[in-house]
């Protein structure tokens, strides 16, 4: 069945009037001027051939046609109210699903969330790999971090920075290059391996294979367990970790929470 075009605008105005009975103190109530409580009760009487209120020496007067349909329309602007209220029940919700790549969730971002989840105790997660492409849609997701050069169309901040640095085993020689997908430092020397992610860089490098370009605060713990150490000088990128999320999802309380958190480390 085909719905019937709402002016609930205009529904919204005649009700404040027709409690107040008064244009001005429905204006008070909704912010704007008598004038355009004045207008919209015009447009309503046109759009439905019906006449809302007389003037009368005491005031206005709702007319018996107006009154009819009040009890109705209070009742829809409360259901309207419930199935807001229900939309939004999501953002009460303690779980956080949260997509990021392998290696960031390994290296970086697992530590961080057991942090988290200490001083929330009733948040609980689900972790989801993150693919070049990410659908917000489709996953269900609250977050998602990726390594990039922005939050494209999405709401988002830039964790940590985009630092690099070139690591190898302790002791070892440059040795041959470490190569990763979304790399971003290119040079000429040859390539001795490549691997899936910058994490699986780290752990070849450890090993003797060579040396990677890897983003610095991805190598942290592994630097301070004596696992690799930095050759040369440190290389700023363009491409950091960026965590992100549609305008919705970044509203959300749980969200602000965990952003607000992740953005002190």
Not at 50 to 59: H, I
Not at 96 to 109: N, V
Not at 142 to 162: F, K, R, Y
Not at 191 to 217: C, H, Q, S
């Amino acid at each position: 069945m085909k719905r019937t075009h709402l002016p609930l605008n205009a529904l919204r105005v005649l009700d404040a009037a027709a409690r107040h009975l008064s244009f001005t103190r429905a204006a008070d109530e909704l912010a704007v001027t008598p004038a355009a409580v004045g207008q919209q009760i015009r447009a309503l009487e046109d759009m439905l051939g019906v006449v809302m209120f007389r003037r009368t020496p005491k005031g206005l007067e709702l007319t018996d046609e107006a009154a009819a349909g009040l009890d109705a329309l209070r009742s829809g602007f409360l259901q309207f109210e419930d199935a807001v209220r229900a939309m939004q029940s999501g953002q009460s919700s303690s779980k956080l699903t949260i997509a990021a790549p392998r290696d960031f969730t390994q290296k970086w971002l697992n530590e961080k969330l057991s942090g988290f989840a200490a001083d929330n105790p009733e948040t609980s997660f689900a972790l989801v790999a993150a693919d070049d492409e990410i659908d917000f849609t489709e996953a269900n997701l609250d977050v998602a971090i990726w390594l990039g050069d922005g939050p494209g169309d999405h709401e988002g901040i830039m964790l940590g920075d985009t630092v690099f640095v070139k690591v190898a085993a302790p002791g070892a020689e440059n040795g041959n290059k470490i190569d990763w997908p979304g790399c971003p430092i290119s040079e000429g020397e040859e390539t001795m391996m490549r691997v899936a992610d910058g994490g699986l860089a780290i752990e070849a490098a450890a090993n003797g294979f060579g040396y990677a370009w890897v983003p610095k605060m991805l190598v942290q713990r592994d630097l301070a367990a004596g696992r690799v150490e930095i050759i040369g000088e440190d290389s700023i990128s363009s491409r950091g970790y960026w965590l992100m999320a549609p305008t919705p999802q970044w509203r959300q309380k749980k969200v602000k929470a965990l952003v607000e958190a992740l953005a002190k480390v």
